[in-house]
């Protein structure tokens, strides 16, 4: 089971794995709170004023403290560039200007989530007992479109019959269906059988770093590549502003060294990747839930 977290350092690692952006680091020799504006680390000099990451936060540091071997924070370092100010414990690691903030990796890979639907989406059931007296029966939020309704038949055989007539409302009065969206059943079921809805709902982003992708994004585990494609094509961009004016002769030559417009390429070619794996992946999901006809009142 492939984790939030597991995501962002396989991300990272299709990023920088193999490149020359090496990250420097060293680690944290004491906790720190979420208020802390001082950090003791472990060598200094692999840490430089300006940005740090540790874990997700990211972090202003405005003096470095050779003597003591301390990291001094200002006011307004904490929860850096809209990240959460955390506690972090000794032995953490701690990043010196990384070329990609794993905040900046989970909003990626985040939008890639989000931009699968509607060729690639979620599906969600539910089950209710049918009464002959009702029609319409409300589905759980989330719910955009049926894929398809069985009843469980009477008897040993324990058959679930398909429901060929029926109805989808995405405009249900609220007063009456809270989240908005109501099934209208037509067909003749045995009053108090089961009756299980198969729907279509987006896949929801994931927050935590433990969280579990098929879990939480509904997807299934074979999109996991996909999703880290749709994340690097979009951040990969970012090594060419590197080759932007630097101040220093040091920037320059580095420029200098690399090919011109060289991440522009890389992301075209992730990004046919992305759709190459997107088209298989639908047409997976089309196999598995095939459209079918069925008729309105």
């Known amino acids: 089971m492939t984790t939030f977290a597991q995501m962002i350092d396989d991300t990272l690692m299709q990023l920088t794995g193999f490149s020359t952006f090496q990250d420097q680091a060293t680690y944290l020799t004491a906790d720190i709170e979420a208020d802390s504006l001082s950090m003791l680390v472990n060598d200094v000099t692999a840490v430089s004023r300006g940005l740090i990451e540790i874990g997700s936060e990211l972090i202003q540091v405005d003096n470095v ?4 071997g301390a990291l001094i924070i200002p006011p307004y370092g904490r929860g850096y560039r809209s ?8 032995g953490e690691r701690v990043v010196s200007s990384p070329m990609f903030p794993r905040s900046m990796v989970k909003k ?6 989000k931009s699968v639907y509607p060729e690639l989406f979620a ?6 007992s049918f009464q002959p007296s009702i029609t319409a029966y409300n589905l759980p939020e989330g719910a955009l479109d049926v894929l398809q309704i069985r009843w469980q038949s009477t008897g040993p055989s324990k058959e679930w019959m398909p429901v060929r007539r029926y109805d989808v409302d995405k405009h249900a ?10 099934v209208n059943v037509y067909d003749g079921i045995t009053p108090g059988r089961s009756v299980k809805v198969t729907f279509t709902k987006e896949p929801e982003p994931l927050n935590d770093e433990t969280d579990v992708f098929t879990t939480v994004t509904g997807l299934p585990s074979s999109c996991e590549d996909l999703i880290r494609f749709g994340a690097a094509y979009r951040l990969v961009p ?9 101040q220093s002769a040091e920037s320059d030559f580095g ?3 690399r090919q011109p417009s060289g991440a522009s390429q890389l992301s075209r070619f992730l990004l046919q990747m992305y759709q190459v794996r997107l088209a298989e992946e639908t047409k997976g999901l089309q196999s598995l839930f095939p459209t079918r006809s069925h008729y309105t009142r």
């Open 173 to 182: 009065a609220v007063s009456e269906f809270s989240n908005g969206v109501a």
């Open 255 to 257: 420029g200098a060294n």
């Open 83 to 90: 990240t959460t100010a955390t506690s972090h414990s000794i």
């Open 238 to 246: 970012f090594f060419d502003s590197a080759r932007l004016s630097g």
């Open 123 to 128: 599906v969600g059931s539910t089950t209710f």
């Open 108 to 113: 990626a890979l985040n939008d890639a989530i």
């Open 65 to 68: 403290n050779t003597t003591a």
